[in-house]
């Protein structure tokens, strides 16, 4: 238990990483085509990963190899997706949907690994997609074809989150991230010059947003979901996950200024509630209360 807790709290340190860089990537796209930026910030994420652990990938086998390629194609196919998506659905539905693999990891895991989510995961999960709608729905609630790509997107996340709980105990963790990071660089490169007329940046905004969510929100982010998804549960992993919105409102708040709406401030407690919720053993609670009681009559 004391394990999951603290892979929990390294997931929820990548989540909160997320979150703020979400300002930078906004400042940098304003210089930057999508794709452009995707490829430059992880082929320096691969870089920098393959140079400070080069003992494992120098040792590397054929099932990291072929795992993490697999991987990272579905990492790609969400990041592709959720971009085109973005072209025709607003920011805020993207989020929502998005922010729906929390739901959707669950489900694919009982199929899957056939093992079923613990009852304090389904009340967290519950309570985190209340509070992603309250969060990031406006009032338009039609579906359009941005929502259906957006709608993959989130497939293809919770795939990822499902496969590296699979796979990580099997290869080497770190080398198993680095490949997945190479995989998502490689293809973001490909379409960048098949639809975008890719640049060098020449300005400092782009360059800080590109290093830091290189090395913290790529290099290191994806490198601890990888080694620590062996300690926790997918369903875990989505729940935290579904934080993302809430920390990146709280950055935009103390960078930009942008105040959150009080649906939005109840949404942020909902899914903040469901994370705790999702950590709390109701079993063991209600077995101490017991336990108590029974001492209390004794006495």
Same mark, same amino acid.
């Given at each position: 238990m004391k !394990?999951?807790?603290?892979?929990?709290?390294?997931? +929820? +340190?990548?989540?909160?990483?997320?979150?703020?860089?979400?300002?930078?990537?906004k400042n940098a796209l304003e210089s930057l085509q999508t794709y452009n930026?995707?490829?430059?910030?992880?082929?320096?994420?691969?870089?920098?990963?393959?140079?400070?652990?080069? !003992?494992?990938? !120098?040792?590397?086998?054929?099932?990291?190899?072929?795992?993490?390629?697999?991987?990272g194609i579905i990492l790609f196919s969400a990041y592709a997706t959720q971009t085109v998506g973005l072209l025709y659905t607003s920011a805020s539905k993207s989020g929502f949907i998005t922010g729906f693999s929390v739901v959707i990891v669950p489900i694919i895991s009982?199929?899957? +690994?056939?093992?079923?989510p613990e009852k304090e995961s389904i009340i967290g999960v519950t309570l985190a997609i209340i509070g992603l709608g309250l969060l990031s729905l406006d009032s338009n609630l039609k579906l359009n074809i941005?929502?259906?790509?957006?709608?993959?997107?989130?497939?293809?996340?919770?795939?990822?989150?499902?496969?590296?709980? !699979?796979?990580?105990?099997?290869v080497d963790s770190i080398a198993f991230a680095v490949i997945q990071i190479g995989t998502v660089a490689l293809f973001s490169t490909i379409f960048t010059f098949l639809f975008e007329n890719p640049i060098i940046p020449k300005?400092?905004?782009?360059?800080?947003?590109?290093?830091?969510t290189s090395i913290l929100a790529t290099s290191g982010a994806y490198?601890?979901?990888?080694?620590?998804?062996?300690?926790t549960s997918p369903t875990h992993t989505a729940l935290i996950y579904s934080g993302e919105p809430v920390f990146s409102a709280i950055f935009a708040y103390i960078?930009?200024?942008?105040?959150?709406?009080?649906?939005?401030?109840?949404?942020?407690?909902?899914?903040?509630?469901?994370?705790?919720?999702?950590?709390?053993?109701?079993?063991?609670i209600f077995k101490k209360e017991t336990n108590l009681d029974e001492q209390v009559l004794e006495e």
């Open positions: !394990k999951q807790i603290k892979a929990d709290l390294a997931l +929820l +340190l990548v989540t909160i990483i997320w979150g703020s860089t979400f300002v930078l990537t930026f995707l490829a430059i910030r992880f082929i320096i994420a691969f870089a920098v990963s393959s140079i400070v652990f080069w !003992k494992n990938m !120098k040792t590397i086998n054929k099932n990291t190899l072929k795992y993490g390629f697999l991987v009982t199929l899957l +690994l056939k093992k079923m941005g929502d259906f790509y957006t709608l993959l997107c989130a497939f293809g996340y919770a795939f990822q989150i499902i496969l590296v709980g !699979k796979y990580t105990n099997e300005n400092a905004t782009a360059w800080n947003a590109i290093l830091i490198i601890i979901q990888t080694t620590m998804q062996k300690f960078l930009l200024g942008e105040v959150l709406s009080a649906k939005g401030i109840i949404g942020s407690i909902l899914i903040l509630l469901g994370m705790i919720v999702s950590e709390v053993d109701i079993k063991s």
